[in-house]
């Protein structure tokens, strides 16, 4: 998948990243800080799923996000296309949040994960499932509204 990468303005403003980096995917361009504005992105509490899943539908597109996605569902998301936005914990000491990325590529035991605050970074399987367990393997995707 070509996904375009971009680092994140803030330290907050990670998932309104890794939605520029989607919607390019999809051929829309926003800037991050449209994004950061529309989500609701904030330094106390950065994005809730929950608040980009109703503001997303102004720019013509879905979230669909769950809890508890299998390792299979992410897989097989990503073999039909489909860039993945994946909570990850990172284990920063600062903020007590989470973080999230795009997953873009799965090949054997190897995830290609766009991390919008380190670059673009592969995980093993293994190491990938313990920093998404520790988020409750919280993941979702952007898919237009028809």
């Known amino acids: 998948m070509k996904v375009p990468y971009y680092k994140q303005e803030f330290w907050y403003s990670c998932f309104a990243t890794c939605a520029k980096m989607v919607l390019e995917y999809y051929g ?3 800037s991050e800080h ?5 989500l609701k992105a904030t330094p106390v509490h950065g994005t809730i799923w929950e608040i980009a899943e109703r503001e997303i539908k102004a720019i013509g597109f879905e979230l669909i996000h769950k809890r508890h996605m299998s390792y299979d569902e992410l897989a097989n998301l990503v073999k039909l ?3 993945v936005i994946v909570s990850i914990d990172i284990e920063q000491e600062k903020k007590n949040m989470g973080h999230v990325g795009v997953v873009t ?3 054997n035991d190897t995830v290609v994960f766009h991390d919008p605050e380190r670059g673009i970074v592969t995980y093993k399987k293994m190491e990938l499932l313990r920093l ?3 988020r409750r393997n ?3 995707y952007l898919k237009p509204i028809q």
């Open 138 to 140: 919280k993941a979702g």
């Open 28 to 30: 829309i361009r926003k």
């Open 34 to 38: 449209d994004l950061r504005i529309l």
């Open 132 to 134: 998404w367990n520790k």
């Open 81 to 83: 296309g489909i860039p």
């Open 105 to 107: 590529d799965i090949r």
